[in-house]
């Protein structure tokens, strides 16, 4: 059984950075799609940002594109997510995920991921 684990949230002010790292352990994954998503109080489960191993390719939310980036090492089964320019709404409980069956068509679908974290808050505030 997969599980993922993060780690890097915190506390930030508004305009500030933050890493988020996210490994797989418990079985090989070293296939397939690892991604983010995140929720905030009060609101839906919203996607951030994936990445297959497969070329690396990259897919990110609209609210993010430009200040988000996703990376990810296959060898170690991690994927980490560089996160500048935050923002106030940017405030929320971010989630990796993890899937084999994930397309393009599918990456906003939490349905499509098989395997989730625990979460980790990140609090952007001044």
């Not at 059984?1 to 352990?25: F, H, I, K, R």
């Not at 980490?80 to 899937?99: F, I, R, W």
Request: charged share 15%; proline share 2%.
């Amino acid at each position: 059984q997969v599980q993922l684990l993060e780690s890097g949230g915190g506390e930030v002010q508004p305009g500030g950075s933050l890493t988020l790292s996210c490994v797989a352990s418990g079985g090989t994954f070293r296939n397939g799609a690892m991604g983010w998503f995140r929720q905030a109080p009060g609101k839906e489960r919203e996607f951030v940002a994936v990445v297959w191993r497969n070329a690396g390719n990259t897919y990110y939310g609209d609210s993010v594109k430009g200040r988000f980036t996703i990376s990810r090492n296959s060898a170690k089964n991690t994927v980490h997510l560089q996160m500048n320019s935050l923002k106030p709404e940017d405030t929320a409980v971010y989630s990796c995920a993890a899937g084999m069956g994930v397309i393009l068509s599918s990456v906003r679908l939490a349905a499509a991921y098989n395997y989730w974290g625990q979460g980790t808050q990140v609090t952007v505030s001044s």
